[in-house]
Nanobody
Framework: QVQLVESGGGLVQPGGSLRLSCAAS????????MGWYRQAPGKQRELVGI???????NYVDSVKGRFTISRDNAKNTVTLQMNSLKAEDTAVYYC???????????WGQGTQVTVSS
């Protein structure tokens, strides 16, 4: 059974930082691209950033220079370090594991991030 469990969300003031983690089980973690998505109220889910199985990263323009994705294949975890947070970063953040060759796509349950003073 595949599980992706996010943690680390919460309430933070503008300009602050949060670190989200996603622990994966039930998959060969190193074979999956790992992504972070977010969904704000009334909006569609959007990609925040991804890290490929080989460690390459890509981010949506709105978070470049502020967010960093990293992975630890030994611990089956992916993290999203979020700095200089803005109110518009408020959303539920979801972890995603994807392997196109296997046609597999898994999601975590989401964790709430609220940026407010």
């Amino acid at each position: 059974q595949v599980q992706l469990v996010e943690s680390g969300g919460g309430l933070v003031q503008p300009g602050g930082s949060l670190r989200l983690s996603c622990a994966a089980s039930g998959i060969i973690f190193s074979l999956y691209a790992m992504g972070w998505y977010r969904q704000a109220p009334g909006k569609q889910r959007e990609l925040v950033g991804i890290i490929t199985s080989s460690g390459g990263t890509n981010y949506v323009d709105s978070v470049k220079g502020r967010f960093t994705i990293s992975r630890d294949n030994a611990k089956n975890t992916v993290t999203l370090q979020m700095n200089s947070l803005k109110a518009e970063d408020t959303a539920v953040y979801y972890c995603n594991a994807r392997n196109l060759l296997r046609r597999e796509d898994y999601w975590g349950q989401g964790t709430q991030v609220t940026v407010s003073s």
